[in-house]
């Protein structure tokens, strides 16, 4: 499977990300082209959020200096079925607005779309390892403050139970533990406590950081294999990963 991030024109940008609904957006358009070539050769997981779209960089609507929450949703619900309907497979809100799980998941069933599964970010980390992503989404320069009203605090692991029990209750299929190597320890909780597919994101800090140490030669590039393992063996049934594309060969070395 194939996650899809968008890298969205500023001049695209605005207040209320409205760029996110456009049929001929980047996203829909790479759904269509991968869908029209590989068929159902390979899933396709697309994210729901207006971080990419916003001229502010967050993931909602921003009022007074705070997200609203609700009005967000409205709008995250109609993203979920314009990206469901161009084939999306995996819908993967990681917007973390309260209750948007049970909200989108209703209306994907009222729309046919019953068979669309839906990842949550359960566990989204307010953390420091997403800085080389937004640089390439173009999100970082125009983030005004922080996401860490929304997101999740890093020193609270029982929050974290308590967020996946709800998006589960609200009809989430499998649910995300991101960042990944930082956060192995929550990934065990999750697996222990629930029987539902979990899934590490090693996001973009955890690769640049592995990447530069390999480059620089300072470490062999089997730490990458020694990273991917340390997450199955905490507990994840799946893993994304930007060294998707390498890892059968560092495997068999």
Do not use: W
């Not at 991968?34 to 959020?49: H, L, P, Q, S």
């Not at 995250?76 to 973390?96: E, F, H, K, R, T």
């Not at 080389?132 to 929050?159: C, H, I, W």
Request: charged residues 25%; contains cysteine.
């Amino acid at each position: 499977m194939v996650a899809i991030f968008p890298q969205t024109n500023s001049g695209l940008k605005d207040f209320y990300g409205s760029e996110a609904l456009n049929e001929n957006n980047l996203v829909c358009k790479a759904i269509k082209k991968i869908k029209d070539r590989y068929k159902n050769e390979i899933g396709i997981m697309t994210d729901v959020a207006l971080d990419p779209y916003t001229s502010h960089g967050h993931d909602g609507i921003l009022m007074d200096k705070k997200i609203l929450n609700d009005e967000t949703i409205e709008i995250l619900i109609q993203q979920s079925i314009l990206q469901a309907q161009m084939g999306s497979d995996v819908i993967a809100p990681s917007d973390m607005m309260d209750g948007r799980i049970g909200e989108i998941r209703q209306e994907l069933d009222n729309n046919q779309l019953k068979e669309i599964k839906i990842l949550s970010y359960a566990v989204k980390y307010a953390s420091s390892f997403y800085g080389p992503f937004r640089d390439a989404v173009g999100s970082k320069k125009s983030l005004k403050g922080d996401k860490k009203t929304y997101q999740m605090d890093f020193s609270n692991s029982e929050e974290a139970l308590r967020e996946i029990a709800l998006d589960i209750k609200e009809g989430a299929d499998l649910v995300m533990v991101k960042p990944g190597l930082p956060y192995l320890d929550i990934i065990k909780k999750v697996k222990e406590n629930f029987k539902i597919p979990v899934l590490a994101y090693q996001v973009s800090g955890e690769y640049s950081l592995l990447m530069n140490g390999i480059n620089k030669k300072l470490i062999s590039e089997n730490s990458i294999y020694e990273t991917l393992m340390s997450f199955k063996r905490a507990g994840s049934n799946a893993i994304i990963s930007y060294f998707a594309d390498r890892i059968d060969k560092i495997i068999k070395n």
